[in-house]
């Protein structure tokens, strides 16, 4: 089984492929078209009222970020 320990031991390069991928798989799971609707899948309709207008957008880009590596 592949653990996150195995992933920490990674050289850079692999580890940000393997980051990619990751992210990858989970806007295919989730049926997302970008990382901005994997936050929209993430969160609860309360979680989304409750945030600012332009907190999702400025969020999701943890997944933009993984997402180039």
């Known amino acids: 089984m592949y653990t996150f320990d195995d992933y920490l031991k990674l050289s850079r390069p692999t580890k940000a492929l393997a980051t990619r991928f990751w992210v990858a798989s989970i806007?295919?799971?989730?049926?997302?078209k970008s990382c901005c609707e994997i936050k929209k899948w993430l969160q609860t309709p309360q979680e989304r009222e409750s945030c600012e207008t332009d907190w999702l957008n400025k969020s999701s880009r943890f997944f933009n970020l993984k997402m180039n590596g």
């Open 27 to 32: 806007q295919v799971h989730l049926g997302a």
